[in-house]
């Protein structure tokens, strides 16, 4: 992709995300993104068909980073290492996670993003448990939700803690309370 269209859509997706958090998405107009982004309104309308395809080509790209991000790092399915990276993603693009996370719009963007963890948790878990006391599907829909709530929590506190630590966190809790629901630890699984 062109340079000057790479920077224009980053300008527009920055002054989006911005006035969200400012004030939020549903009284938010076209004509104040541009103003923000200091652009011209049929510079808009080049890229975009509304607010709405700007949002969701922001979140989408940044998932897209993500995705790249961890499967870069190589990560061993079934350990915590997926954790950090999401993480210090989240850092590095705060306002876009507190968007996504808090929801903007009539979007259950937490819902997807919960169903999202909870379905990739799901997979590993199978891998490694047969038929505990608690159903899998419950657990890893917990821990997705228990997981978007400490992101959130995280973000909002300025992160009061490294990417590290959290994931330290994360992980006591889960070996501690989950994998005990689940009858211990299982071979592979650090």
Sequence with gaps: ???????????????LLGLILEKGYESLTVQEI??????GRSTFYVHYRDK?????STMEEGFR????KVMAENAVPGTFAPLEIIF???AEK??????????AGKMDVYKQARDFLADRSLQIMRKYFNEPAIPLAFVSTYFAGAFLSMLIWWLEN?????????????RILFQDGMLKALGGQPAGLV
């Design 88 to 90: 210090n993603h989240a």
């Design 34 to 39: 541009v103003d923000r982004a200091n652009l």
């Design 1 to 15: 992709m062109d340079r000057r269209i790479q920077r224009t859509r980053a300008l527009l997706q920055e002054a």
């Design 52 to 56: 709405l395809d700007l949002l969701l």
């Design 65 to 68: 980073e993500l995705e790249r």
């Design 94 to 103: 705060r306002d876009l996670y507190l968007v996504i996370l808090h929801g």
């Design 158 to 170: 300025d992160m009061p803690y490294s990417s590290l630590e959290m994931v330290s966190m994360i």
